[in-house]
């Protein structure tokens, strides 16, 4: 998420390298008989050991285009490569092998880039299967974060499958001798029109793998019209597997002679191990060793924490053997953080003026003019991406080369963090990912998988280092710490004339970077330079805040907490003005427009796409809007202790409104009887996936706002495990949840991240809308509250 | 320490402590990593198998509690509710990551088998002790419900 924030981790030369063989037990369902950790990589190619019955088609590699597959051919489209061999191949027997550049963590990406292709190419779908690509620069960007996956691939993605189809008719054309242009692709065969003669793909691969790539010219994307998979509801290319048991995460990855680890790691960040006496630990059947890792120099980037590793011949016997260290910490730099004060001091921070980061007409004039003045604190804790899955990473080492399986949304970042610290080239390491069970931003950071790598090279044997629960929460990346402060003014017909939007945050770049404190434009873009609000005079500003923790990114990043302060605050004006709040949020957003911030101070990069083609629509803003107020039957009486609650919201290019219905019971227990949400995410690939993503996008915001803090005390993380560390469950989700898709073909948004930020701001809304209790402090409920507590008429969190 | 147990039909001999979490001894001995670790504590229901045919949570059993035992795990499990709980699950596809749905599916199963029409409440409480951080809920009440359904 986000990942393009303060890191420079990622891309990196040299060729590629085979991934060594694994026991990769997945077999028996659908289309994916196996799925190889490896792709068939270049050098398979040419010495023609692809082995079996399939013949590997590899386009680029012969004829004129060998020497230099970028010269003509495809090798810059849109969304950069997209040289057919790069991602497929096509063997005898027809089978079709398309290699996902992106990580698999649930978004369904698999599914996705799969659709692209197969439509392009016409592939049958019964006749795909899915290869997970190495990490390697050749593929361009991998980083799975920033809900970017199909926006930056839909056009490259479907370049490689129709030039593959090109190829195939060529094929068929030259063992007819017949005009191309009379042969036509058609579901896994070719036809020739006049004649009705026909090839498989199969039987032509070895021929087309002879031909150039031809170039983008000569490339006919098909009429959007004719799209077979894409756009529409197909089923997920994972499920079967997952309904088996069966499919590879990130813990699951078995090596011969492998060994097993968990790290006591320093409580505090940049803290060390003082002594260690392991005695007992040595003790327990099964641990093999201890090993000693280093402690980190700041900035923290994703270089692992250090600490104490126990080696044993079973994950138990590790996690016995850790609980029988006796460890003496020295809590370095960090040991006075305590989330607490620091909290005060954020909202203090917040709430003297600021650097300005973008100004249109003058608040401080508009606001001392307002007939009404409104201002309100918002405050979001630090939150835990908290994948099912914790971190866990698979190395082996030879003396040479060092390969890991891991399950990371970053395999080059990976690759170039696990070189870093072994000191050798990334060449010689080969990173594969494997499912993700959740990642959420957290498996960005590769830290785990450089823990694996170091420990198999010191004790010369393959080893798994799993986290934790324990581990997950306390030695997180955590979402940053806000505090905010707002401010508005109402003329005398309640209409808004000034808003001021002060936060304060310890930035992500403080992670990669020693020393910064100031928000980056990277994270202002998300949710507060953007503002769309069409007031008069508005003001975005900005404080420092010193980070104590690792801070990193989290399903949406900053617009979690721009979000929730931007929305509630709309909807805390409108209750100043005596106004419907959804009415009064659809005068905020005003005409279609479009907004561009940089006219008012703002350094906005639009989330890196050009702002031309996406730019911010406040015409798309309000019609989600209005969707989601219809669906929900805004306006209908709520029985007792009910409300609705609205927010809407743009990020990763995309647009979602989210009305909650909450009820409230006299004791002060709530509930979610319902959702209603609109997406405006232009073109989308999967309609069922989009649908999926709304669902759990927004419950995972939800569930954030309801329970999700993250606190620290003396430097040290204070939540362990679940319950007192909560999340959503079954009986709190909403029974009734509706999602609408925005028919659309404009280019496509972005899909994972934009259903979380409005999710928070709409509860919180519902639930002034049902008691009058307005809350500006989350998380809604302290570790063991269910209940909202006293709900006295127009009470008000302090 | 060697314990006798059968696993999805088969005889096996664990030679691990008896006080290893089942959880451990099925994932790293008997290589069936479909049974996932959450949690550790029998707080996530990411490890439920059935022992006897009761629904247990793997990380909080001792292998030497389940000696002579039956265990089945998602692999292994079968029968006209497994197969409807699948289907349910691919019709609409439930997981998104996947990771925790073994254990959701193996409790949907031991809810639909004792009690074949659950209601919203049923399934509740049925499978609250199963979390599922990419809150896929919504779908998952819709397929118990389908799975019901298709049950007859």
């Given at each position: 998420?986000?990942?393009?924030?303060?890191?420079?981790?990622?891309?990196?030369?040299?060729?590629?390298?085979e991934?060594?063989?694994?026991?990769?037990?997945q077999?028996?369902?659908a289309?994916?008989?196996?799925?190889p950790?490896?792709?068939?990589?270049?050098?398979?190619?040419?010495?023609?050991?692809?082995?079996?019955?399939?013949?590997?088609?590899?386009?680029?590699?012969?004829?004129?285009?060998?020497?230099?597959?970028?010269?003509?051919?495809?090798?810059?489209?849109?969304?950069?490569?997209?040289?057919?061999?790069?991602?497929?191949?096509?063997?005898?027997?027809?089978?079709?092998k398309?290699?996902?550049?992106?990580?698999?963590?649930?978004?369904?990406?698999?599914?996705?880039?799969?659709?692209?292709?197969?439509?392009?190419?016409?592939?049958?779908?019964?006749?795909?299967?899915?290869?997970?690509?190495?990490?390697?620069?050749?593929?361009g960007?991998?980083?799975?974060?920033?809900?970017?996956?199909?926006?930056?691939?839909l056009?490259?993605?479907?370049?490689?499958?129709?030039?593959?189809?090109r190829?195939?008719?060529?094929?068929?054309?030259?063992?007819?001798?017949?005009?191309?242009?009379?042969?036509?692709?058609?579901?896994?065969?070719?036809?020739?029109?006049?004649?009705?003669?026909?090839?498989?793909?199969?039987?032509?691969?070895?021929d087309?793998?002879?031909?150039?790539?031809?170039?983008?010219?000569?490339?006919?994307?098909?009429?959007?019209?004719?799209?077979?998979?894409?756009?529409?509801?197909v089923?997920?290319?994972?499920?079967?597997?997952?309904?088996?048991?069966?499919?590879?995460?990130?813990?699951?990855?078995?090596?011969?002679?492998?060994?097993?680890?968990?790290?006591?790691?320093?409580?505090?960040?940049?803290?060390?191990?003082?002594?260690?006496?392991?005695?007992?630990?040595?003790?327990?059947?099964?641990?093999?060793?201890?090993?000693r890792?280093?402690?980190?120099?700041?900035?923290?980037v994703?270089?692992?924490?250090?600490?104490?590793?126990?080696?044993?011949?079973n994950?138990?016997?590790?996690?016995?053997?850790?609980?029988?260290?006796?460890?003496?910490?020295?809590?370095?730099?960090?040991?006075?953080?305590?989330?607490?004060?620091?909290r005060?001091?954020?909202?203090?921070?917040?709430?003297k003026?600021?650097?300005?980061?973008?100004s249109?007409?003058?608040?401080?004039?508009?606001?001392?003019?307002?007939?009404?003045?409104?201002?309100?604190d918002?405050?979001?804790?630090?939150?835990?991406?908290?994948?099912?899955?914790?971190?866990?990473?698979?190395?082996?080492?030879?003396?040479?080369?060092?390969?890991?399986?891991?399950?990371?949304q970053?395999?080059?970042?990976?690759?170039?963090?696990?070189?870093?610290a072994?000191?050798?080239?990334?060449?010689?390491?080969?990173?594969?990912?494997?499912?993700?069970?959740?990642?959420?931003?957290?498996?960005?950071?590769?830290?785990?998988?450089?823990?694996?790598?170091?420990?198999?090279?010191?004790?010369?044997?393959?080893?798994?280092?799993t986290?934790?629960?324990?581990?997950?929460l306390k030695?997180?990346?955590?979402?940053?710490?806000?505090?905010?402060?707002?401010?508005?003014?109402?003329?005398?017909?309640?209409?808004?004339?000034?808003?001021?939007?002060?936060?304060?945050?310890?930035?992500?770049?403080?992670?990669?970077?020693?020393?910064?404190?100031?928000?980056?434009?990277?994270?202002?873009?998300?949710?507060?330079?953007?503002?769309?609000?069409?007031?008069?005079?508005?003001?975005?500003?900005?404080?420092?805040?010193?980070?104590?923790?690792?801070?990193?990114?989290?399903?949406?990043?900053?617009?979690?907490?721009?979000?929730?302060?931007?929305q509630?605050?709309?909807?805390?004006?409108?209750a100043?003005?005596?106004?419907?709040?959804k009415?009064?949020?659809?005068?905020l957003?005003?005409?279609?427009?479009?907004?561009?911030?940089?006219?008012?101070?703002?350094?906005?990069?639009?989330?890196?796409d050009?702002?031309?083609?996406?730019?911010?629509?406040?015409?798309?803003l309000a019609?989600?809007?209005?969707?989601?107020?219809?669906?929900?039957?805004?306006?209908?009486?709520?029985?007792?202790g009910?409300?609705?609650?609205?927010?809407?919201?743009?990020?990763?290019?995309?647009?979602?409104?989210?009305?909650?219905?909450?009820?409230?019971?006299?004791?002060?227990?709530?509930?979610?009887?319902?959702?209603?949400?609109?997406?405006?995410?232009?073109?989308?690939?999967?309609?069922?996936h989009?649908?999926?993503?709304?669902?759990?996008?927004?419950?995972?915001?939800?569930?954030?706002?309801l329970?999700?803090e993250i606190?620290?005390?003396?430097?040290?993380?204070?939540?362990?495990?679940?319950?007192?560390?909560?999340?959503?469950?079954?009986?709190?989700?909403?029974?009734?949840?509706?999602?609408?898709?925005?028919?659309?073909?404009?280019?496509?948004?972005?899909v994972?991240?934009?259903?979380?930020?409005?999710?928070?701001?709409?509860?919180?809304?519902?639930?002034?809308?049902?008691?009058?209790?307005?809350?500006?402090?989350?998380?809604?409920?302290?570790?063991?509250?269910?209940?909202?507590?006293?709900?006295?008429?127009?009470?008000?969190?302090s | 320490?060697?314990?006798?147990?059968?696993?999805n039909?088969?005889?096996?001999?664990?030679?691990?402590?008896?006080?290893?979490?089942?959880?451990?001894?099925?994932?790293?001995?008997?290589?069936?990593?479909?049974?996932?670790?959450?949690?550790?504590?029998?707080?996530?229901?990411?490890?439920?198998?059935?022992?006897?045919?009761?629904?247990?949570?793997?990380?909080?059993?001792?292998?030497?509690?389940?000696?002579?035992?039956?265990?089945?795990?998602?692999?292994?499990?079968?029968?006209?509710e497994?197969?409807?709980?699948?289907?349910a699950?691919?019709?609409i596809?439930?997981?998104q990551?996947?990771?925790?749905?073994?254990?959701?599916?193996?409790?949907?199963?031991?809810?639909?088998k004792?009690?074949p029409?659950?209601?919203?409440?049923d399934?509740?409480?049925?499978m609250?002790?199963?979390?599922?951080?990419?809150?896929?809920y919504?779908?998952?009440r819709?397929?118990?419900?389908?799975?019901?359904?298709?049950?007859?």
């Amino acid at each position: 998420m986000a990942r393009d924030i303060g890191s420079s981790m990622g891309s990196d030369g040299g060729p590629e390298m085979e991934a060594g063989p694994l026991s990769w037990r997945q077999d028996g369902n659908a289309a994916f008989t196996e799925i190889p950790l490896a792709r068939v990589t270049r050098r398979d190619v040419l010495a023609g050991i692809a082995a079996g019955t399939g013949f590997a088609f590899a386009l680029s590699l012969t004829g004129r285009a060998r020497a230099d597959q970028t010269a003509g051919g495809l090798g810059d489209v849109r969304g950069g490569d997209a040289t057919p061999s790069l991602f497929i191949s096509i063997e005898r027997d027809g089978t079709v092998k398309l290699t996902c550049h992106r990580s698999e963590m649930g978004q369904q990406t698999w599914t996705a880039m799969a659709q692209i292709m197969a439509d392009e190419l016409e592939a049958e779908w019964s006749r795909i299967q899915i290869v997970q690509a190495i990490g390697h620069p050749k593929y361009g960007d991998q980083n799975t974060d920033g809900s970017r996956s199909v926006r930056r691939n839909l056009t490259r993605l479907r370049y490689a499958g129709a030039g593959m189809r090109r190829m195939l008719e060529t094929a068929a054309a030259n063992r007819w001798g017949v005009p191309a242009e009379e042969c036509t692709a058609e579901l896994h065969r070719v036809v020739h029109g006049p004649s009705g003669r026909t090839f498989g793909y199969g039987e032509l691969a070895a021929d087309a793998a002879g031909l150039d790539v031809p170039d983008k010219d000569a490339v006919q994307l098909k009429d959007r019209s004719d799209w077979r998979y894409i756009g529409k509801d197909v089923a997920s290319l994972t499920v079967p597997d997952i309904v088996v048991g069966k499919g590879t995460f990130g813990i699951d990855v078995q090596v011969p002679d492998m060994v097993y680890a968990v790290i006591a790691r320093p409580p505090v960040v940049f803290g060390s191990v003082k002594s260690v006496k392991d005695e007992k630990a040595l003790e327990v059947p099964g641990v093999l060793r201890t090993v000693r890792l280093d402690s980190p120099e700041p900035p923290a980037v994703f270089k692992p924490l250090g600490g104490v590793a126990v080696i044993a011949d079973n994950t138990w016997s590790a996690l016995q053997g850790r609980e029988a260290l006796e460890i003496e910490w020295e809590a370095g730099p960090n040991g006075d953080y305590d989330s607490d004060a620091f909290r005060e001091q954020l909202l203090e921070t917040a709430r003297k003026p600021g650097q300005v980061r973008r100004s249109r007409g003058d608040v401080q004039k508009a606001l001392d003019a307002a007939a009404k003045r409104v201002s309100a604190d918002y405050y979001v804790p630090h939150l835990s991406q908290a994948p099912m899955e914790p971190p866990a990473a698979t190395a082996r080492w030879d003396g040479d080369k060092c390969e890991v399986w891991a399950c990371v949304q970053a395999p080059q970042a990976t690759r170039s963090a696990v070189a870093g610290a072994l000191d050798v080239d990334p060449e010689k390491v080969i990173v594969t990912p494997t499912w993700l069970g959740g990642a959420f931003g957290r498996k960005s950071k590769p830290d785990f998988a450089v823990e694996a790598a170091l420990l198999a090279r010191e004790i010369g044997k393959p080893v798994k280092v799993t986290w934790s629960r324990e581990d997950d929460l306390k030695h997180g990346y955590f979402h940053s710490v806000s505090g905010q402060h707002m401010e508005g003014g109402l003329d005398d017909e309640g209409r808004c004339t000034a808003f001021l939007h002060r936060t304060v945050f310890p930035p992500i770049p403080s992670t990669f970077q020693k020393g910064v404190t100031e928000p980056s434009w990277g994270e202002l873009r998300l949710g507060a330079s953007d503002n769309p609000f069409i007031v008069p005079n508005l003001q975005l500003e900005t404080g420092p805040a010193e980070a104590k923790v690792r801070i990193g990114w989290l399903r949406s990043v900053a617009n979690v907490y721009h979000a929730f302060a931007i929305q509630s605050f709309a909807a805390e004006l409108a209750a100043a003005a005596g106004r419907d709040q959804k009415d009064f949020l659809l005068e905020l957003i005003g005409p279609p427009r479009i907004v561009d911030p940089r006219e008012e101070g703002a350094e906005y990069d639009n989330y890196g796409d050009p702002f031309e083609e996406y730019p911010i629509d406040t015409g798309r803003l309000a019609n989600v809007t209005k969707m989601a107020a219809e669906m929900a039957g805004w306006g209908r009486t709520m029985g007792s202790g009910g409300g609705l609650g609205i927010a809407a919201h743009r990020s990763f290019l995309a647009y979602v409104a989210t009305v909650v219905e909450v009820k409230v019971d006299d004791e002060g227990r709530l509930s979610i009887p319902g959702v209603w949400s609109a997406i405006d995410a232009g073109t989308v690939v999967n309609t069922r996936h989009v649908e999926a993503q709304m669902e759990g996008g927004c419950l995972y915001g939800l569930s954030n706002a309801l329970y999700g803090e993250i606190t620290a005390k003396n430097g040290a993380i204070q939540q362990e495990n679940f319950p007192s560390w909560r999340i959503m469950k079954m009986s709190e989700a909403p029974r009734n949840f509706e999602v609408k898709i925005m028919e659309s073909d404009a280019p496509p948004c972005g899909v994972g991240e934009p259903p979380t930020p409005p999710a928070a701001p709409a509860l919180t809304n519902a639930i002034y809308a049902a008691t009058g209790k307005r809350i500006r402090r989350l998380p809604v409920f302290g570790p063991n509250a269910d209940s909202l507590g006293s709900l006295s008429s127009g009470s008000e969190q302090s | 320490m060697s314990t006798k147990l059968t696993v999805n039909g088969e005889s096996v001999e664990l030679d691990v402590p008896s006080e290893m979490p089942l959880l451990w001894a099925l994932r790293d001995r008997l290589q069936l990593t479909g049974t996932k670790y959450g949690c550790g504590i029998s707080q996530c229901g990411a490890c439920v198998v059935y022992v006897d045919g009761k629904a247990r949570r793997a990380c909080v059993t001792p292998v030497g509690s389940v000696a002579d035992a039956s265990i089945t795990t998602i692999e292994g499990v079968e029968g006209p509710e497994a197969d409807a709980v699948r289907s349910a699950w691919k019709a609409i596809d439930v997981p998104q990551c996947g990771y925790c749905q073994s254990g959701q599916i193996m409790s949907a199963v031991d809810l639909l088998k004792k009690n074949p029409k659950p209601s919203d409440a049923d399934i509740d409480e049925a499978m609250d002790g199963n979390l599922c951080r990419c809150a896929t809920y919504v779908r998952i009440r819709r397929a118990i419900k389908d799975a019901a359904a298709s049950l007859g």
